[in-house]
Nanobody, 120 residues
Framework: QVQLVESGGGLVQPGGSLRLSCAASGSILSINAMGWHRQAPGKQRERVAAIASGGSPNYADSVKGRFTISRDNAKNTVYLQMNNLKPEDTAVYYC??????????????WGQGTQVTVSS
């Protein structure tokens, strides 16, 4: 089985920073794209950032210039550095990864989520 375990969430003041981590473990042969989504209360889940296996990142307009996604392929880990946080960034953040376990198919896995709260 595959597990994605997130860490790094918490409470931070506006303008502050947090770094989220998400490590994938299990019988993994290869990982394609990895990314972060978030869901605020009463809102739909939205994609925040994603990064391909070759390292090309893309971001939601709302976080461009403030968030940076990166990955360590040797550790099957993706990171999200969040700077200049705003109250509207408050949400549960979920990581996801497109993983090859063997055979013909790739599967999309999700982490359990980590709460980020931006408040003074």
């Amino acid at each position: 089985q595959v597990q994605l375990v997130e860490s790094g969430g918490g409470l931070v003041q506006p303008g502050g920073s947090l770094r989220l981590s998400c490590a994938a473990s299990g019988s993994i042969l290869s990982i394609n794209a990895m990314g972060w989504h978030r869901q605020a209360p009463g809102k739909q889940r939205e994609r925040v950032a994603a990064i391909a296996s070759g390292g090309s990142p893309n971001y939601a307009d709302s976080v461009k210039g403030r968030f940076t996604i990166s990955r360590d392929n040797a550790k099957n880990t993706v990171y999200l550095q969040m700077n200049n946080l705003k109250p509207e960034d408050t949400a549960v953040y979920y990581c996801n990864a497109n993983i090859f376990l063997g055979g013909k198919n790739w599967y999309n896995y999700w982490g359990q989520g980590t709460q980020v709260t931006v408040s003074s």
